[in-house]
T-cell receptor
Framework: KQEVTQIPAALSVPEGENLVLNCSFT??????LQWFRQDPGKGLTSLLL?????REQTSGRLNASLDKSSGRSTLYIAASQPGDSATYLC????????????FGAGTQVVVTP | NAGVTQTPKFRILKIGQSMTLQCAQD?????MYWYRQDPGMGLKLIYY???????DKGEVPNGYNVSRSTTEDFPLRLELAAPSQTSVYFC??????????????FGDGTRLSIL
């Protein structure tokens, strides 16, 4: 059974610093790896999706990498802003899972002005 | 664009009561999902559907039922509410084929307390 872990559970950085969020998974037979943002009291918003054949995806200040052999994905957020404060979750889609995502518990990020 | 709409946003139930959480999407997505999120935990899949008339169990289906009579709607039914079902429930949808899988789109959630 796929296990997805995100460490640390919480992170606080000053504005302007780069954020590095980690996600590890136990089963490398994944179809894709997805990163989501969750604001308090809200649903999840998709940030980036990396297909298993890709090494990274970029969108603006966000860059996500994927290393299936080591079971790791990393989300980089450049030049953090207070508006980046949220919980970030990663989720792995198995190759035979009919669209079923296995989520990590998330990393709660606070960016202080 | 409405996206994924969940109703109600909040609800308090007594033990043993029943209720239906509503979910509707207007993106013509074929896949729909129900998750629950407990404090400090990731989302766990309750049920999912790959199209109208087709549903299947996820990781934590006990105590819940679903139906999918149309592409747009995917209601979740709690028959005999128990305190362990206190949680935040999220509905999601995505477009998937055998060769591609698009990101899941989430509703804002239903916060359910059972007392």
């Amino acid at each position: 059974k796929q296990e997805v872990t995100q460490i640390p559970a919480a992170l606080s950085v000053p504005e302007g610093e780069n954020l590095v969020l980690n996600c590890s998974f136990t089963d490398s037979a994944i179809y894709n790896l997805q990163w989501f943002r969750q604001d308090p009291g809200k649903g999840l918003t998709s940030l980036l999706l990396i297909q298993s054949s890709q090494r990274e995806q970029t969108s603006g200040r966000l860059n996500a990498s994927l290393d299936k052999s080591s079971g790791r994905s990393t989300l980089y957020i450049a030049a953090s802003q207070p508006g980046d404060s949220a919980t970030y979750l990663c989720a792995a889609l198995q190759t035979d899972s009919w669209g079923k995502l296995q989520f990590g518990a998330g990393t709660q990020v606070v960016v202080t002005p | 664009n409405a996206g994924v709409t969940q109703t109600p946003k909040f609800r308090i139930l007594k033990i043993g009561q029943s209720m239906t959480l509503q979910c509707a999407q207007d993106m013509n997505h074929n896949y729909m999902y129900w998750y629950r999120q407990d404090p400090g935990m990731g989302l766990k899949l309750i049920y999912y559907s790959v199209g109208a008339g087709i549903t299947d169990k996820g990781e934590v289906p006990n105590g819940y039922n679903v139906s999918r009579s149309t592409t747009e709607d995917f209601p979740l039914r709690l028959e005999l509410a128990a305190p362990s079902q206190t949680s935040v429930y999220f509905c999601a949808s995505s477009y998937s084929t055998g060769y591609s899988n698009q990101p899941q789109h989430f509703g804002d959630g239903t916060r359910l307390s059972i007392l």
